[in-house]
């Protein structure tokens, strides 16, 4: 079994309003100087097997089919 985590954030430049929304809140609750919130998505899986390689590729189809909006983000994979 692999375990494997994806992360997907936004890519610069895209508005983030649920970022802003963060931070705004952040604000009011009193915690000043935090700015620059991104907000992301991410993935705990399990693979079955034991090749990497092929859990890795796999794992960038999954990004690009369905886990990410390439369009808008970006992903990075971290394989255990």
Known sequence: MI????????KNGVLDPQGKAI?????ALGFDGVGQIRQGKVFD??????????AESDLQAMCEKLLANTVIEN?????A
């Open 3 to 10: 375990k494997a985590r994806v992360t997907v954030t936004l």
């Open 23 to 27: 931070e705004g809140a952040l604000g």
């Open 45 to 54: 899986l399990e693979l079955a097997g034991e090749d990497k390689a092929k």
């Open 75 to 79: 992903y990075t994979i971290s394989i």
